[in-house]
């Protein structure tokens, strides 16, 4: 069951700018979003069933990036979705309703925004190779800006197409050999990582690992504690158990 709108206004101050758009789109909602798992009774902070609420573990904002997420309809309200994990971690952070035909103006208007260096994480496979890039430019004076297409494989593919304003950005294609340790989604394909396993690899690729650590830390707590509240992932529960353990 989702929240009242009300309750949400009273706290956009204390929330990352996911959780933020989370709260605005619910103030505009013609009804409820009832997806798998709605009759759960959650914490209002970090979505997870109240027994098992991370907020005891949120870090203190830190890094000298900034992150930029693009998001599907829909995509934040998922209890699933790790973006905003990341918008808990990276202390400079903006979240946007992606729209076709209408962008956000204010999105159009952090784009050109000349302190920041906008770069668009997707695979290279679907850019012009004249685009590509293998890692981030650090020697830049201006604040690197990471941006995250947030929703499923498609809809992320759909927004990289559908989005003119992002064509002449740089793309970093973050190389992930490993299979995702997310198990949280079914994904199409192994080596398809979640939001937050991506941004992980952005923040070693621009020499912030103090964040790609905390932020590796915080997502293994998510997932652990996200699984328990899941009786038919519980052949899973030992393996995300085991990781935070080992750190």
């Given at each position: 069951m989702l929240d009242s709108p009300l309750?949400?206004?009273?706290?956009?101050?204390?929330?990352n700018s996911v959780m933020s758009?989370?709260?605005?789109?619910?103030?505009?909602?013609a009804r409820p979003f009832n997806a798998r798992g709605s009759k759960v009774i959650r914490c209002d902070a970090c979505l997870l069933p109240t027994r098992?609420?991370?907020c005891g573990y949120c870090p203190?904002?830190?890094?000298?990036v900034?992150?930029?997420?693009?998001?599907?309809?829909?995509?934040?309200?998922?209890p699933t979705n790790t973006g905003r994990l990341i918008a808990d971690v990276v202390k400079d952070n903006h979240a946007f309703l992606w729209n076709r035909t209408e962008p956000d103006s204010a999105l159009l208007s952090l784009l050109k925004n000349d302190a920041y260096f906008p770069i668009v994480v997707f695979p290279h496979e679907y850019a012009q190779p004249s685009r590509c890039i293998s890692t981030p430019p650090l020697d830049t004076d201006k604040k690197l800006l990471f941006i995250f297409l947030d929703g499923t494989w498609r809809e992320a593919k759909k927004m990289f197409v559908k989005s003119p304003y992002l064509k002449d950005l740089p793309v970093l294609g973050v190389t992930q050999d490993v299979a995702s340790d997310y198990l949280l989604r079914e994904s199409t394909h192994a080596f398809q990582h979640c939001t937050a396993e991506v941004g992980i690899s952005v923040l070693e690729l621009a020499n912030e690992q103090k964040g790609a650590q905390t932020l590796a830390h915080y997502f293994n707590i998510?997932?652990?504690?996200?699984?328990?509240?899941?009786?038919?992932?519980?052949?899973?529960?030992?393996f995300a158990s085991q990781?935070?353990?080992?750190?």
């Open positions: 309750f949400f206004v009273t706290k956009l101050i204390n929330l758009l989370r709260a605005e789109e619910l103030t505009k909602a098992n609420c991370i203190t904002p830190q890094t000298s900034a992150v930029l997420f693009l998001m599907y309809k829909g995509e934040y309200y998922k998510f997932r652990r504690e996200y699984l328990k509240g899941k009786p038919h992932l519980q052949h899973k529960l030992a990781q935070v353990k080992d750190e």
